[in-house]
């Protein structure tokens, strides 16, 4: 194994720790905090910022796998959608940082496609698949991205100053 990748399965663990704990931190002021602040965002958004988007995407899925088996949140049957999700942001944010997108434009196409790509699986398992949950229509689907504005405000602000200070402490890794 190279110094690169063991570096990469270093940040890559810690990514997923943190994206294991982080949203069990905001669900102790509610059920709904999760929805609200969408924690398990930034762990997989910079994970694929900083390992690129292969190993960015094995940490978008594992975190929400992990979680859900350890934690059971997501709960069955959001966990699918959310799978697609996630895997969006990892692979987005590391293919536009691999071509040094700036921050903030590499979140906002990345936070746009990743709600895209959600409601779009929300989309494929409600009329193809015909499953019928009360978080699968489109009604809850823009109620969440209003509820879930929050959470992007702190992923905007939040994730340049982590950037920032990797990259001042000099511990960004090539994704090459």
Not at 30 to 48: E, N, Q, R, T, Y
Not at 66 to 87: D, G, N, Q, R, Y
Request: net charge positive; hydrophobic share 60%; glycine share 10%.
């Amino acid at each position: 194994m190279t110094h690169l990748s063991t570096k990469k399965v270093v940040y890559g663990g810690l990514l997923i720790a943190i994206g294991l704990v982080l949203p069990q931190a905001f669900h102790m002021f509610g059920s709904d905090a999760g929805k609200m602040f969408l924690p398990m965002h930034i762990p997989v958004i910079l994970s694929g910022m900083l390992l690129g988007p292969v190993w960015g995407l094995l940490a978008a899925l594992m975190i929400p796998l992990l979680s859900s088996l350890i934690f059971s949140m997501p709960a069955v049957p959001m966990l699918w959608f959310m799978l697609f999700e996630l895997a969006a942001y990892a692979l987005v944010s590391g293919f536009l940082a691999k071509r040094k997108w700036n921050v903030y434009l590499n979140l906002a196409v990345t936070i746009l496609c990743g709600r895209i790509v959600y409601g779009l699986s929300l989309a494929a398992g409600v009329y193809l698949l015909q499953v019928n949950y009360p978080f699968a229509n489109a009604a809850a689907f823009f109620a969440g991205l209003v509820q879930g504005l929050p959470g992007v405000v702190i992923q905007l602000v939040l994730i340049p100053l982590i950037m920032l200070a990797l990259k001042k402490g000099g511990l960004l890794l090539d994704k090459a």
